[in-house]
């Protein structure tokens, strides 16, 4: 009964789809490739490739911090976590955006001294100086706690061996142990990949021309909201589920020498869920290694 209802359900949800005249299916189609739409959805991948490059690099330095013995090092570490994951990422973004009103010049000499270089802040900080400042710093405080979980994942007798074998504390931590957090590490990166994807959305507001701006630009002169909205949305699924697949092969290599193998399918939740829901099958999902 609960699967009939289910499925009642979906087709009434197919057929408002399919039905409805505010969706314009003509309007999607035509703006959906549009150049404009197109140019936005490039720098959409651009601004999550550079801000999820800037946050791994960051969150490593900040990991690594964490580690260290020295109560400065590491709080300094714990204060830039506190602050940037205890800020709304939005109110980041204004900030950087108007960061000339704080800091109305930056200059390069001797601390308290002389400045030999000096720049205007007004003409460095532009939409996407400051979208990728916002992003890639955010980004950094929640990717140094997911590298410090892999690294503590990571057994201590691994570090104990290579420094037995001569190598020293830094490149043991390079070639030992953070190769072995990165199957800790792979999962939860990929999902803050896809959130830093929809987070770039956020960067209208310092009208940077991603692609929810770019879809704004059009509705706002076409008056065609919800059609421009669901191209954005179209876009947002195939740039998500592009991203779902490479993490799933991804984790599949790095899990050649585990004992758990990765599910066989790029979407195992959705073809276990379709399985289940036209064979009928109750039986609870048992996750045992080696049958998946």
Do not use: C
Not at 74 to 83: L, V
């Amino acid at each position: 009964m609960v699967r009939i209802t289910i499925l009642v359900l979906l087709a009434m949800f197919v057929h408002l789809l399919v039905t409805t005249k505010s969706l314009q299916w003509g309007v999607v189609g035509h703006y959906l490739t549009a150049p404009s739409i197109v140019t936005g959805v490039t720098r959409t991948i651009y601004l999550t490739a550079i801000a999820m490059a800037a946050g791994i690099v960051i969150g490593t330095i900040v990991a690594l911090m964490r580690q260290s013995r020295s109560a400065l090092i590491s709080g300094t570490a714990s204060t830039y976590i506190w602050f940037f994951r205890g800020t709304p990422l939005l109110v980041q973004i204004i900030f950087w955006y108007n960061i000339a009103l704080f800091v109305p010049r930056v200059s390069l000499g001797i601390p308290f001294g002389p400045s030999f270089v000096s720049a205007n802040v007004n003409h460095l900080d532009t939409p996407l100086v400051a979208a990728i400042l916002a992003l890639g710093l955010n980004e950094g405080a929640y990717m140094s706690e997911i590298i410090r979980a892999g690294i503590l994942s990571v057994d201590p007798g691994q570090m104990e061996a290579a420094l037995a074998l001569g190598m020293t504390k830094r490149l043991a931590m390079r070639r030992i142990v953070l190769r072995q957090a990165m199957r800790v590490v792979v999962p939860p990166t990929g999902n803050q990949t896809i959130s830093m994807l929809k987070g770039t959305s956020l960067v209208s507001v310092i009208s940077m021309a991603e692609l929810l701006y770019s879809v704004q630009l059009i509705y706002n002169t076409t008056f065609q909201t919800i059609p421009l909205l669901v191209v954005a949305s179209i876009w947002y699924l195939v740039l998500t589920t592009v991203l779902s697949v490479g993490q799933y092969y991804l984790e599949r290599h790095l899990a050649r020498s585990s004992a758990k193998p990765p599910p066989t399918s790029p979407l195992p939740f959705i073809n276990e869920s379709l399985r289940r829901m036209f064979t009928g099958d109750r039986r609870p999902v048992i996750d045992v290694p080696g049958t998946t």
